[in-house]
């Protein structure tokens, strides 16, 4: 039997979707929230902050907000099943929140290791998990995990965060395997540094020239490119990829 060709909307239109992202009140993730609002989704915003959740959908026609901490899983479900009996569904998911406690291996404590791993990987597959059932019974979905350079290449001092981000990417494609051929496809962005208020502070001077200068591009990124990278993965256009890790570094880890 042939197939229809579908067609595709090189717009990457979001008008009628509900997006929730974890994470949304600040950095990349708010970057996303603005991008996605844009393209004219409805906004759910996730964040530990709940007060600066609420503000960044403040003026967002539709927009929802929820404070959740996704390490704890009580929290996560309060917070998706909250965001469901507003909007009805969701249809993409962006996970965006995370830490990063850097520092030498030998030197790093046993906290600050599971702290990470609980916040960025299994907090991580927690969300979507709970997200994931609502778009499986609906038979379609866009999730998109945030992962990092890092879950390429070993980065110095980098030992809890690398981890979760190599656990994040390796995550992605097993839930990409499970749920791809039931509509719901699942996707990584893998940034190099990005240039928000935290960015901009922790890679400041010296340091910053150094990783600036192993980069082929020769600069970091804007929260604003990771956003669009972010708005073509939740579009129609992106229905064909599915458990890949879109790599926004400027070729640093091609070298």
Known sequence: MSETAPTVDLDFNLAGKVALVTGGA?????????????????????DLDGDAAAAKVADLDGGVSQQCDVSDEASVRRAV????????????????????????????SVDDF??????????????????????LEAGQGRVINMASQGGSVALDQHVAYGASKFGVIGLTKNLANEWGGRGVTVNTISPTVVLTDMGRKAWAGPKGDAHKAEIPNGRFAYP???AAAAVFLASDASAMINGADLVVDGGFTIR
């Open 26 to 46: 600040a950095g990349i993730g708010s970057a996303i929230v603005d991008a996605y609002a844009a393209k004219g989704a409805r906004i759910a915003v996730l």
């Open 114 to 135: 599971r702290t990470t791993i609980n916040i960025n990987l299994t907090g991580l597959f927690v969300v979507a998990q709970a997200v994931a059932r609502h778009m």
């Open 224 to 226: 604003e490119e990771i």
């Open 81 to 108: 099943d909250a965001v469901v009996a507003e909007t009805g569904r969701i249809d993409i998911l962006v996970n965006s929140a995370g830490v990063a406690l850097l520092g030498p291996a030998e030197e790093l």
